[in-house]
């Protein structure tokens, strides 16, 4: 079956540090990928998606590109911030008629900014 | 619009009490979900639904019923509640077309004592 395997958390840095969060996935065929954000008391925020092979999802600073050939998506962002304290899931997700583009998600890894 | 809402935000249940948690969107989405988050596990699928008067099961439906007899509204029941069912519910939804992205409630934190 499809599973997606994410880093292990909490993961602590200070402001202005380099972040990679890493995530790899299991399936057949050409899933969509995405990152989810969830802040703390919240319930869970597209942050970016990848439909295809060598496509980069972005947004708010964060970067991810679909790798095909390493099965890894990979989240990255240059300088964080305190207010990118969160927790952030990969995950899959089909869309096909008949799958009804059930999202497959990793384990979350909680990322701790410091100032 | 509201988005997603869901009822109730905390509950506490004894062992063998019943329950139902109430998921609604303001969307008009085709598509609806019920998801469990638990520690060190991520979010579960537990039932969706891909219209209205149509359900089906996840990957972890056992102990759970769900209704969806009005297109806005889908209904998450537990019969006879178990402390395994300790966690937190969320609710999404999406249109039915490719690519469209799932937009989730704020949960409901359930504990059974």
């Known amino acids: 079956g499809n599973s997606v395997t994410q880093m292990e958390g909490p993961v602590t840095l200070s402001e202005e540090a380099f972040l990679t969060i890493n995530c790899t996935y299991t399936?057949?065929?050409?899933?969509?990928l995405f990152w989810y954000v969830q802040y703390p008391g919240e319930g869970l925020q597209l942050l970016l998606k990848?439909?295809?092979?060598?496509d980069k999802g972005s947004n708010k600073g964060f970067e991810a590109t679909y790798r095909k050939e390493t099965t890894s998506f990979h989240l990255e962002k240059g300088s964080v911030q305190v207010s990118d304290s969160a927790v952030y899931f990969c995950?899959?997700?089909?869309?096909?008629?008949?799958?009804?583009?059930?999202?497959?998600f990793g384990t979350g890894t909680r990322l701790q900014v410091t100032l | 619009n509201a988005g997603v809402t869901q009822t109730p935000k905390f509950r506490v249940l004894k062992t063998g009490q019943s329950m139902t948690l109430l998921c609604a969107q303001d969307?008009?989405?085709?598509?609806m979900y019920w998801y469990r988050q638990d520690p060190g596990m991520g979010l579960r699928l537990i039932h969706y639904?891909?219209?209205?008067?149509?359900?089906a099961k996840g990957e972890v439906p056992d102990g759970y019923n769900v209704s969806r007899l009005k297109k806005q509204n889908f209904l998450l029941g537990l019969e006879s509640a178990a402390p395994s069912q300790t966690s937190v519910y969320f609710c999404?939804?999406?249109?039915?077309?490719?690519?469209?992205?799932?937009?989730f409630g704020p949960g409901t934190r359930l504990t059974v004592t």
């Open positions: 999404a939804s999406r249109p039915s077309g490719l690519l469209y992205e799932q937009y």
């Open positions: 399936a057949t065929g050409y899933p969509s």
């Open positions: 990848a439909t295809k092979a060598d």
């Open positions: 995950a899959l997700s089909y869309h096909n008629t008949g799958t009804a583009s059930k999202l497959t």
């Open positions: 969307m008009n989405h085709e598509y």
């Open positions: 639904s891909v219209g209205e008067g149509t359900t």
